[in-house]
């Protein structure tokens, strides 16, 4: 079976461009998760969805981020102005609906490289 | 609100040697606890997870981990490492009914030859 697939791989931009990362969860999965990964800050929840529906944007750094989930099998994650700061890893994550101790199914993740 | 806590950012251990990556957790109910492993350029694999069955979980490549209440541990052991077990590891808790998952900082895992 495929896994969550997450597009592009590398990214590479400069400030003040947008940036639209994607992803593809796994069929049937009903939680999909965006993360951020940096070596300051290790690994960050910054929102997941249920049924397409935001559940928790806590962890939504600020305004220029926004998340989208228009169908069961789509997401995207934007960031609108793109600042260097915003350089790091973004995964994306899948999980079945269920109980919580279903584990979540990670994508091989986005690097964003912002110039 | 639950935490875990990986000491040891790196650790080192020379082939066939034991491995012991050690995760404490912080929970005000029984929690669900998650061992992942991220390899250069991936993203988290589930080595194993404990949801209040066994005490001790068997996951892939050999590895295992004890929950612990006493203690409130979670510690990750393998008897003999290979060379292929050098990765970034990460422990990670969830609550019943949050889908939410709290990650550690991670322990990086180098294998000495």
């Known amino acids: 079976d495929a896994g969550v697939i997450q597009s592009p791989r590398h990214e590479v931009t400069e400030m003040g461009q947008e940036v639209t990362l994607r992803c593809k969860p796994i069929s049937g999965h009903d939680y999909l998760f965006w993360y951020r990964q940096t070596m300051m800050r290790g690994l960050e929840l910054l929102i997941y969805?249920?049924?397409?529906?935001?559940?928790?944007d806590s962890g939504m750094p600020e305004d220029r981020f926004s998340a989208k989930m228009p169908n069961a099998s789509f997401s995207t994650l934007k960031i609108q102005p793109s600042e260097p700061r915003d350089s790091a890893v973004y995964f994306c994550?899948?999980?079945?609906?269920?109980?919580?101790?279903?584990?979540?199914?990670f994508g091989d993740g986005t690097r964003l490289s912002i110039l | 609100a639950q935490s875990v806590t990986q000491l040891g950012s790196h650790v080192s251990v020379s082939e066939g040697a034991l491995v012991l990556l050690r995760c404490n957790y912080s929970s005000s109910v029984p929690p669900y606890l998650f061992w992942y492993v991220q390899y250069p350029n991936q993203g988290l694999q589930l080595l194993l997870k404990y949801t209040s069955a066994a005490t001790l979980v068997k996951g892939i490549n050999g590895f295992e981990a004890e929950f612990k209440k006493s203690e409130t541990s979670f510690h990750l052991t393998k008897p003999s490492a290979h060379m292929s077990d050098a990765a970034e590891y990460f422990c990670a808790v969830s609550l019943f009914g949050n889908e939410k998952l709290t990650f550690g900082t991670g322990t990086r895992l180098t294998i000495i030859p």
């Open positions: 969805f249920n049924n397409n529906v935001p559940i928790d």
């Open positions: 994550a899948s999980s079945p609906t269920g109980n919580s101790n279903q584990p979540q199914h």
